[in-house]
């Protein structure tokens, strides 16, 4: 497969809070068998903001160890400073995964971006994806400035999750003109089918631990040319995020891990970004009857 089919994983926990390392196994060979191109770890949705630097450092030796070579490992350096983003870079440097991502901190930072992010690339031992996000941290950049970035050669791809299709076309267009080799990647889930129709490389999505299976189908059929089954699983993706997530977001956290663990996955829905009272019992029931009706679909 051309397209680039990345996962921007859950953080199992147990009951107490610690790492579920079997969940964490689980999770990797389900998507594995799925076929995904590889997973992102201590993203928005694996609740980087609200790990220990300690807690942080394990799950980056777990998840190296289980994914090993048969797959692509993303691992995450955000932190509210680049200080401290270049700290977990050196911290993380002696275990074996492929890139790191990097997004910039939000208000804790008024430095410039160009300058921070070229800081980063300066210092990495290996490729590095710039996770773009405005709708986190408030930082937007010009197509200059995106230029400025894709030009180093350790900058391997960007997951851009600003829900802006001007800006998609407009960095397609730059990559073209410009011959740079940086891999452009969707990260919003509801718009995985036109980012690929209209020349994305890929796609790095918080609901991969999940829906992978109809992540990979999506990328297949806009490689077959089906393009009306691409729009298809996508809808049908779409159905899925409402029915976990809420179309409100009020459950994102929590509701795709009560899903995972409703299929015996993971051990507990515990999650540390969110209160678990969202999880009503009315959106227990909905995911249940999501997850009976799509089980083929899933699995």
């Not at 997973?39 to 994914?67: H, N, P, R, T, Y």
């Not at 994305?200 to 040319?225: N, P, Q, T, Y």
Request: proline share 2%; charged share 25%.
């Amino acid at each position: 497969m051309r397209c680039k089919v990345f996962s921007a994983t859950v953080t199992p926990l147990l009951a107490d809070g610690s790492l579920d390392r079997e969940g964490l196994a689980n999770i990797f060979e389900r998507n594995l068998r799925h076929r995904l191109s590889g997973f992102f770890i201590l993203g928005s949705m694996g609740e980087w903001g609200s790990f220990s630097d300690d807690f942080k450092e394990e799950l980056v030796a777990e998840s190296s160890k289980l994914v090993s070579d048969r797959s692509e490992l993303l691992v995450g350096i955000n932190a509210t400073s680049l200080k401290l983003s270049l700290e977990n870079m050196r911290r993380y440097q002696k275990y074996a995964f492929d890139s790191y991502v990097y997004m910039l901190p939000g208000a804790t930072s008024a430095l410039d971006s160009v300058k921070s992010i070229l800081q980063v690339l300066d210092a990495a031992d290996r490729p590095v994806y710039y996770y773009h996000c405005p709708p986190a941290n408030n930082k937007n950049l010009t197509l200059e400035q995106f230029a400025a970035i894709m030009r180093h050669p350790r900058l391997k791809g960007i997951k851009n999750s600003a829900s802006n299709m001007w800006l998609r076309r407009e960095l397609l267009m730059l990559k073209k003109q410009e011959g740079f080799s940086t891999l452009l990647c969707e990260g919003q889930e509801w718009a995985l089918d036109e980012a690929l129709l209209v020349g994305c490389d890929g796609m790095v999505c918080g609901m991969g631990a999940l829906g992978s299976k109809f992540m990979v189908g999506i990328a297949e059929a806009v490689e077959a040319g089906n393009h009306k089954e691409a729009v298809r699983i996508q809808n049908r993706f779409i159905e899925l995020f409402h029915a976990v997530y809420g179309i409100d977001l009020a459950c994102v956290w929590s509701g795709q891990k009560y899903a995972l663990q409703q299929l015996g996955l993971i051990a507990s829905p515990l999650t540390l970004a969110q209160e678990m009272s969202v999880l009503t019992e009315e959106h227990k029931q909905r995911i249940k009857e999501c997850l009976e009706r799509m089980k083929e679909e899933l699995d």
